[in-house]
């Protein structure tokens, strides 16, 4: 019998450490303390050890991205779910008890932390409006988890596995496409506590400008770090997938709001929250403007608008900012939402305008509906400078 050869998952399994921690300390990424070195030495030894062909992809794109030192651009720390997409395209969603056939079933890098994550460093990977990005989150010791930190490092995205999941393997999740563009999701569960994050990321002051960004899944539970964050002068946002109920009424949105430097939602989400049935955009603008005119925040709320673009509303108070979609043809409408997250944030924190910051977004958001999964299409600053030359809108702003 031929003996099977030994993979990162099993010196991870060997020296009793994630796989993100054995990725990133063979191929110099991350520091890790010197009894964790020993234990991995120890199992690379004794198992006789040698990169596969997906480690050695890891660590050429590493020796890659570092061309372009990140270490002075402003730093991204996002935080949450990552998954391991099943992409299935069907002319419509079955009933229930029926079978069909899918035009295709692919396998894609998903979760809506991961999808912020690459889209904000997707951005600046010519070097101009870089981040230095990574990835908080939760990875197993299986061959998914070890494809996906491949993936996220070619995309140029640190992991930083902050736990392993109950099962150890990569959280999987699929997703149903249908000839529309609708999409209909089922994921397993996932959960990052506000401990874990701390425990395992050094928050302190720093030369450049530094945010964490959060989803709505975990927002409750790491509600107890913002202030610690602040204190460090970091910048805190949130996007508001998986916002739980606890957060979907008005005093309690509105207080999340008043503690952030930057929120986004969804338009259907703030109608469900407000309770506004006012049909018009405008209508809706103009009563979110009047329930934020007295309320004391730091920060600004970004409501997103689908196929009509986004409008933000300043900490200040001003005037709410529109900024409209690009006019594209609809195929899946997975990620968009993380992918405007995403490209604002990268304008955003290297100190663009709110109008800037969201008009790229919106562009960025609309380029991902055009091809299938979420990462389908990872746009520059190039990119989107293209998309929205000869709208007027790029000389407008």
Not at 114 to 136: H, K, Q
Request: overall charge negative.
């Amino acid at each position: 019998m031929v003996k099977r050869r030994p993979t990162i998952a099993d010196v991870a399994s060997a020296a009793d450490v994630s796989v993100g921690t054995v990725s990133n300390y063979l191929n110099g990424t991350a520091n890790v303390r010197k009894e964790t070195a020993q234990r991995i030495d120890a199992a690379v030894r004794d198992l006789a050890y040698r990169p596969s062909v997906v480690a050695r992809a890891l660590s050429h794109a590493n020796s890659a991205h570092s061309i372009h030192d990140r270490s002075h651009s402003p730093r991204l720390v996002v935080a949450g779910y990552i998954s391991v997409d099943y992409l299935c395209r069907v002319d419509v969603l079955p009933h229930r008890d029926d079978r069909i056939t899918a035009q295709h079933i692919e396998k894609a890098l998903g979760g809506p932390a991961a999808n912020v994550a690459v889209a904000a460093a997707g951005i600046g990977m010519s070097g101009r409006y870089g981040l230095d990005v990574e990835l908080a989150t939760a990875l197993g010791s299986d061959p998914d988890s070890e494809w996906a930190l491949a993936e996220l490092s070619r995309k140029g995205v640190h992991a930083l596995p902050i736990r392993q999941p109950f099962n150890n393997r990569l959280s999987r999740c699929i997703v149903f496409i249908e000839e529309n563009g609708s999409r209909t999701i089922v994921n397993e569960p996932f959960e990052l506590s506000e401990v874990d994050l701390t425990s395992q990321l050094n928050v302190k002051p720093e030369a450049r400008s530094c945010c964490l960004h959060i989803e709505g899944y975990h927002y409750d539970r790491m509600r107890g770090s913002i202030d610690r964050f602040h204190d460090a002068g970091w910048k805190v946002s949130m996007h508001s997938a998986g916002l739980p109920a606890s957060s979907r009424t008005p005093d309690a949105f509105l207080d999340l709001v008043s503690r952030l430097d930057l929120a986004f939602a969804g338009d259907r989400l703030i109608r469900e929250i407000f309770d506004i049935r006012l049909p018009t955009t405008s209508a809706l603008i103009a009563d979110i403007a009047t329930k934020l005119s007295d309320l004391e925040r730091r920060g600004h709320l970004v409501i997103t608008l689908g196929p009509l673009g986004a409008v933000v509303f300043p900490a200040d108070n001003s005037a709410p900012i529109e900024v409209p979609a690009l006019p594209v043809k609809l195929v899946d409408t997975t990620g968009a939402g993380d992918s405007f997250a995403g490209a604002f944030l990268a304008y955003w924190m290297n100190g663009d305008s709110l109008q800037s910051a969201a008009g790229h977004a919106a562009a960025s958001g609309s380029l991902t509906t055009t091809v299938e999964g979420a990462q389908g299409m990872i746009s520059s600053h190039e990119d989107l400078s293209a998309a929205l030359a000869g709208r007027g809108w790029l000389e407008a702003s």
